[in-house]
């Protein structure tokens, strides 16, 4: 059974950093990514992150990249998303998501179709 748990959501002031852990366990093959999404009020849910296991590719979103690192405890299999200069258009719930397919170009799009496991949503709002 694969399970997905996030945590490390919290309230941080503009320009500062937080760093979210998503632990996942349950796979059987290393033909999956382990993705981070969020969804801001009023907004569809966004692909922020993704780190391909089989291969160690990471892809990020145009809206983060630079600021957000995200990377893989392959003895605790544990994903951190660490997240730096934040600004207030990155609060939102942040949801780890893990999945599997054997082509592993797919990751790159950052969709959630690919997906089937998903974890709660950690709330991470950007405020002064």
């Known amino acids: 059974q694969v399970q997905v748990v996030e945590s490390g959501g919290g309230l941080v002031q503009p320009g500062g950093s937080l760093r979210l852990s998503c632990a996942a366990s349950g796979f059987t093959n290393d033909y999956y990514a382990i993705g981070w999404f969020r969804r801001a009020p009023g907004k569809e849910r966004e692909g922020v992150s993704c780190?391909?296991?089989?291969?160690?590719?990471?892809y990020y979103s145009d809206s983060v990249k630079g600021r957000f690192t995200i990377s893989r405890d392959n003895v605790k299999g544990t994903v951190y998303l660490q997240m730096n200069s934040l600004k207030p258009e990155d609060t939102a719930i942040y949801y780890c998501a893990a999945g599997a397919h054997p082509d592993a170009t797919i990751w790159e799009s950052l969709t959630d179709r690919w997906y089937d496991y998903w974890g709660q949503g950690t709330q991470v709002t950007v405020s002064s």
């Open positions: 780190i391909s296991v089989s291969d160690g590719s990471v």
